[in-house]
């Protein structure tokens, strides 16, 4: 469970909840009328004891006023929201409490006494407290359930999104399940850190204060009534979501990422407090569906959260919430109190003076050093802490304690404190004021822009002169927007609650006296001027603004911005003409006779194309052409839309005349466009490049898928840029619908693309033919190799086995299957006496004794035989077709060369043998 501690007193009472306190009487008068009209009617004189009764109490009952004595629980309770809610033990039920004296606590039981005269409405209302009670048991309830059981008494849970408290209360933005919940912590918050809570999951237990329309939920809103009903579930962190140009979010193809969060980051444009904020960054606008009541300023940087929805005319961020973004961090804290810094041994004890204040050091001025100080009050807003005192020549902010309540400007005060380094200057945290007396107001310097840009006229007593361009609410607070020709500066007047919005003062001419302060940038610099104004009082008017101002003269769209020496500079100008295009978040486009022109408004209104409007706004000067900003419209009719300009992207670059007005060119596309909130479209004209956006996107007329290269003819209104000479540098069409765009030519097959994919597969398969030539080449060289070494094997082992064969010490022969002798070695010729030639191609048998002859010739078909079983080897290799055979000499008697005819031969020593 978290624990909290805070200073902060109460705001005013806030209008919005005293509406939904009083919402709960409403409905409890329409379920009084249902339940009498079933019969459950109270008798006549018979005293009111539970809350049951009390909402079945009829009007003719009411106007008798029964008496009333109910006892229950205090579940709720917050005096400065006028709360209190009590439990009777099967109910609950709502009571103003301002109608009694007593302040009660919750978790107490009281008795209730009056003269009933309505559901809620006593007479004569009394609340005594009986003592400590016992809060009921809750009954348990989704977030998308909180449309039922409206003020009843319920328990929810749900991860924190954000954490604020600038309504004095802590306010906690709960989700669940695509659903988000605004949960109030009643009574003063404890601390102004509510960081723990942020990301964690929690069970919140309070009173169910949501709106909702049937059984549909139209908001979700739950009173707490302390941070004891806050319980941390799980303190688990979500990680941090990136933050998002709006860009890229309208562009981006749609997909399931719509499901989950997206974080941008921008510029408040227009904040509507539990319904929308507008937020824009350099490359978009988008809106936000919000329910937080966050008193922001119009010009706040935030960061919003939400998930994006294309699914209606306009891209937006439902179920979003945000924060404002906090100013740079000090580099010295000013929340550590007095004596977290040590003081300087040269430090004065005590300053009397704002002009000594003003030469401390950021580093001096933190050491918190007492000051007491005499002057005048210019300026006091407890409410923002806001106060200015001047003496003499001099002066200073003061942060005012809320609770000085009392502190006028005009009053001569005694002011003790100590010192703080501030944002911009020096500035005094106040703890004590005293009243001496009533004085006047300092006479104002009267100054320009460029007489405080330096700043040395911070939180002076200053005059200024401008036009009043706009005029907003900011938490009870009157903002006016100026401008000179030198620039433009703020006002804040307060006081505003319950009275109305001074607008009679836009496009009039004002001076405004008021305590100046700097605005600075996150380097501390200088970047802006506000004057706080304790009143109207101190705003006069110098000259009026028309008490008509649609009655003035209409000016051409193409004179806006041109020198007009009957037209008062920095004055509004009206201008009529045809809306042509609608620009959701900021306005609309329109055109007359003369040329077309973007205005800028806040204006709920909604137009339509081909409306005529009158349109008042403050010329601005754009990047290349003028526009209307803080403009205001009414719709006086209907008309045609204007004719569209035939032309090329060439010749509105070179004229730069058709800006804001409706044409129509012909260009091939670029690239195929995807399904987005914003689809863009690159196109090309000749040579050059450009754009076209479609400005009002519906999921019910999505544009057809055109293929890169189509050949396409747009119509939309043409927007140009500038470049730093405000020359055209280039431009884009906005168009209104697919209906804008006609197909006149389909891609040809042969594009640019599948040329470049063609010439890529013919690469990839040259490419794969070289590695595979590449590849068998090495492979043949591999494979001659292996046969190389291999012959060369063979020839040396042929060599080997000649050598063998020559010099073998037996006879060694071959012959065919004949009997010829077709090889002999050395050997052989010795012994037959005879050379090789002689031997060569004779039969064996024809070189044996004629007496061995029969037995050769016997023996040699033997041999012939059995080699013909098994081919003969010669060498190691087969001896060709008709096989060889060979032997050793037979050791017979054979005939030698040397011996005549007839002479005896020799024996053969042993039989012939084959080589194998």
């Known amino acids: 469970m978290s624990k909290f501690q805070c200073g902060d007193e109460?705001?005013?009472?806030?209008?919005?909840?005293?509406?939904?306190?009083?919402?709960?009487?409403?409905?409890?008068?329409?379920?009084?009328?249902?339940?009498?009209?079933?019969g459950f009617a109270q008798t006549p004189g018979e005293e009111l004891t539970t809350l049951r009764q009390l909402k079945n109490l009829t009007p003719a009952q009411a106007a008798q006023g029964p008496s009333v004595a109910l006892q229950g629980v205090v579940v709720c309770y917050d005096a400065g929201w006028h709360q209190l809610y009590v439990h009777d033990g099967r109910e609950t039920l709502y009571f103003?409490?301002?109608?009694?004296?007593?302040?009660?606590?919750?978790?107490?039981?009281?008795?209730?006494?009056?003269?009933a005269r309505g559901t809620n409405v006593l007479e004569g209302a009394n609340l005594t407290v009986l003592g400590p009670g016992t809060l009921p048991p809750p009954k348990r309830l989704e977030l998308s359930e909180l449309a039922n059981d409206h003020g009843e008494w319920i328990e929810v849970a749900g991860r924190v999104l954000s954490a604020e408290g600038t309504r004095?209360?802590?306010?906690?933005?709960?989700?669940?399940?695509?659903?988000?919940?605004?949960?109030?912590?009643?009574?003063?918050?404890?601390?102004?850190?509510?960081?723990?809570?942020?990301?964690?999951?929690?069970?919140?237990?309070?009173?169910?204060?949501?709106?909702?329309?049937?059984?549909?939920?139209?908001?979700?809103?739950?009173?707490?009534?302390?941070?004891?009903?806050?319980?941390?579930?799980?303190?688990?962190?979500?990680?941090?979501?990136?933050?998002?140009?709006?860009?890229?979010?309208?562009n981006r193809e749609l997909g399931a990422w719509t499901n989950t969060w997206v974080h941008v980051n921008g510029l408040v444009v227009s904040y509507q407090p539990g319904q929308s904020i507008v937020v824009k960054d350099p490359t978009?606008?988008?809106?936000?569906?919000?329910?937080?009541?966050?008193?922001?300023?119009?010009?706040?940087?935030?960061?919003?959260w939400g998930f994006f929805d294309a699914d209606s005319d306009e891209a937006f961020l439902r179920n979003a919430y945000f924060e404002v973004v906090a100013p740079p961090t000090q580099e010295l804290s000013l929340s550590a109190g007095p004596g977290a810094l040590s003081k300087s041994p040269n430090s004065p004890a005590l300053i009397t003076q704002v002009s000594d204040i003003l030469k401390l050091r950021r580093d001096e001025a933190a050491q918190h050093i007492p000051v007491r100080l005499h002057g005048v009050i210019t300026y006091a807003d407890p409410e923002w802490r806001n106060g200015f005192l001047q003496d003499k020549g001099d002066a200073i902010y003061v942060s005012l304690d809320p609770n000085e309540k009392n502190l006028l400007p005009g009053q001569w005060v005694e002011l003790s404190g100590q010192t703080s380094p501030g944002g911009f200057a020096p500035e005094v945290l106040a703890s004590s004021i005293q009243v001496l007396g009533l004085t006047n107001l300092p006479v104002p310097a009267r100054v320009d822009l460029e007489d405080l840009a330096n700043g040395h006229l911070d939180a002076h007593w200053v005059e200024m002169e401008g036009v009043v361009r706009r005029v907003d609410e900011q938490s009870r607070h009157a903002n006016l927007s100026l401008i000179t020709p030198k620039g433009r500066f703020s006002a804040i007047i307060p006081g505003s609650e319950g009275k109305p919005l001074p607008e009679h003062l836009i496009d009039a001419l004002v001076r405004v006296q008021g305590a100046c302060t700097s605005e600075m940038n996150v380097r501390r610099q200088l970047s802006g001027i506000t004057l706080h104004v304790p009143s109207l009082d101190q705003v006069t008017i110098f000259e009026a603004p028309s008490a008509d101002p649609f009655a003035v003269p209409a000016t051409p769209v193409a004179a806006v911005a041109t020198f007009d020496p009957n037209r008062l500079a920095g004055r509004r100008v009206k201008v009529e003409g045809v809306v042509t295009l609608r620009i959701p978040g900021q306005g609309f486009i329109l055109q007359d006779n003369s040329g077309g022109l973007r205005v800028l408004t806040r204006q709920t209104n909604a137009v339509r194309m081909g409306d005529l409007v009158e349109v008042l706004g403050f010329p601005a000067i754009g990047d290349f052409s003028p526009y209307l900003e803080e403009a205001v419209f009414r719709r006086t009719g209907a008309g045609p839309l204007p004719g569209r300009t035939k032309t090329t992207a060439d010749q509105i670059l070179l004229h730069g005349t058709n800006d804001s007005q409706m044409v129509e060119l012909e260009a091939r596309l670029l690239q195929s466009v995807p399904r987005s909130a914003n689809p863009q479209f690159v196109l090309q004209d000749g040579p050059i490049i450009f754009t076209a956006h479609l400005a009002n996107q519906s999921p019910r007329s999505e544009?057809?898928?055109?293929?890169?290269?189509?050949?396409?003819?747009?119509?939309?209104?043409?927007?140009v840029q500038g470049g730093e000479r405000h020359e055209p540098e280039t431009f884009r069409l906005l168009l209104r619908g697919p209906e804008d765009i006609e197909l006149l030519a389909t891609s040809p097959w042969w594009t640019s693309r599948r040329a470049f994919m063609v010439a890529g597969g013919m690469l990839l398969a040259i490419t794969a033919a070289l590695a595979w030539v590449a590849l068998l080449r090495r492979q043949v060289q591999t494979q001659t190799k292996l046969i190389r070494q291999k012959l060369e094997d063979e020839a040396a082992l042929e060599e080997r086995y000649r050598e063998l064969f020559e010099n073998a010490t037996d006879m060694l022969y071959t012959h065919d299957p004949e009997g010829r002798l077709t090889s002999i070695n050395q050997t052989g010729e010795r012994l037959l006496y005879r050379n090789r030639q002689d031997i060569l191609s004779r039969s064996l048998v024809d070189l044996v004794a004629e007496e061995q002859q029969g037995a050769a010739r016997q023996w040699l078909e033997a041999v012939l035989g059995t080699a013909g079983r098994r081919p003969p080897m010669a060498g190691g290799r087969p001896a060709g077709r008709r096989p060889a055979y060979n032997g050793v000499g037979f050791r017979g008697r054979l005939r030698p060369a040397r011996e005549a005819g007839n002479q005896h031969a020799l024996n053969h020593a042993g039989r012939p043998r084959r080589r194998s």
């Open 96 to 115: 103003n409490a301002d109608d009694f004296g007593t302040q009660p606590e919750t978790g107490q039981a009281v008795l209730i006494t009056g003269r």
């Open 703 to 719: 544009v057809p898928a055109f293929q890169s290269g189509s050949l396409l003819r747009l119509t939309g209104v043409c927007s």
């Open 10 to 38: 109460t705001s005013p009472p806030l209008t919005h909840h005293r509406h939904l306190a009083w919402s709960v009487s409403a409905a409890g008068v329409a379920l009084l009328l249902l339940v009498s009209s079933l």
């Open 284 to 304: 978009g606008v988008i809106s936000a569906q919000v329910i937080q009541l966050t008193e922001i300023r119009g010009d706040e940087r935030v960061d919003v």
């Open 168 to 250: 004095g209360r802590l306010a906690l933005l709960l989700h669940d399940k695509g659903q988000n919940c605004l949960a109030y912590v009643l009574g003063s918050p404890p601390t102004n850190d509510f960081r723990p809570l942020l990301g964690c999951q929690v069970r919140l237990r309070g009173i169910n204060a949501s709106k909702a329309t049937g059984s549909r939920l139209e908001s979700a809103t739950l009173f707490v009534p302390g941070f004891s009903q806050i319980v941390t579930l799980d303190t688990a962190r979500p990680p941090p979501i990136p933050v998002l140009s709006i860009g890229s979010l309208l």
